[in-house]
């Protein structure tokens, strides 16, 4: 289970919440948008362009045909894992009005980043991101990056961390390291600070972890990779009240 699926669904269990997969074992996006609307889905949690691609097709695809699905009840679409590109966010928005969050992170640390998207507040710079309250950027030799100098830094964060890895105490001192006094995780994204605070994420130099940017190379990048091999898979949740009448939040992950 991808922590983007099963964080969002464990979430949604443990208010009370329903989690509703779609049938098909490969990602169907007109499934999804009919489970939307027969569901009123509130949120659907999906996996970057791997998922916003086909979705935006199938939206295309209605509207052009003349038979858009009713999303009036989908208020978020929470994004983690690989890369989110920027068109894809604005062709979610063209279709239909809600907050696209995008959510920076990996299985050695969550809530690294994020960046919030609607209609009113158009913040759709690919891998652009603002650092969460514990997130840092250091260089290789343990200094912060100052903000606007074009340095190269790897993401840093503070709180929450896991204790390590299992039985391999030596692949838990490199990618939790002691940097300025601390405990941090630092599982190999590489980003640039501008001079507004927020981090543009380029590389990062471990492809075998889960990052957003993970198959650049750290040391020769210009721009956000976006040659991937994608794979689908879909997970939906839904809250209901007690009786089961009403049907409020639901969460598609």
């Not at 690989?82 to 299985?107: N, Q, R, W, Y």
Request: aromatic letters at 8%; hydrophobic letters at 40%; a negative charge.
């Amino acid at each position: 289970m991808h922590g983007t699926s099963g964080i969002s669904g464990l979430a949604t269990l443990s208010h009370g919440g329903m989690l509703s997969t779609l049938a098909g074992r490969n990602f169907d996006a007109d499934e999804l948008w009919q489970t939307v609307e027969a569901d009123r889905i509130t949120m659907i949690s999906m996996v970057g362009d791997a998922f916003g691609r086909p979705m935006v097709e199938a939206l295309d695809r209605a509207a052009a045909g003349g038979w858009m699905p009713d999303l009036s009840s989908l208020k978020l679409l929470l994004s983690s894992g690989v890369i989110f590109s920027g068109p894809m966010k604005e062709a979610l928005l063209d279709h239909h009005p809600c907050t696209i969050v995008d959510a920076l992170g990996s299985s050695e640390g969550v809530g690294m980043a994020n960046q919030v998207t609607s209609r009113e507040h158009r913040d759709t710079a690919t891998a652009r991101f603002a650092l969460g309250e514990h997130t840092r950027v250091f260089t290789e030799d343990g200094r912060e990056v100052d903000p606007g100098s074009g340095e190269q830094g790897q993401l840093a964060l503070g709180y929450p961390l896991p204790v390590g890895y299992f039985k391999d105490p030596a692949k838990t001192a490199e990618v939790f390291p002691e940097v300025a006094g601390r405990r941090w995780s630092i599982p190999g994204d590489w980003a640039t600070v501008e001079e507004d605070g927020t981090i543009t994420c380029w590389a990062a130099d471990r492809p075998a972890l889960t990052q957003e940017a993970r198959r650049c190379s750290p040391r020769k990048w210009r721009r956000p990779s976006r040659n991937w091999t994608w794979w689908s898979t879909a997970t939906w949740s839904a809250s209901m009240t007690s009786a089961g009448a009403k049907r409020s939040p639901r969460w598609l992950s």
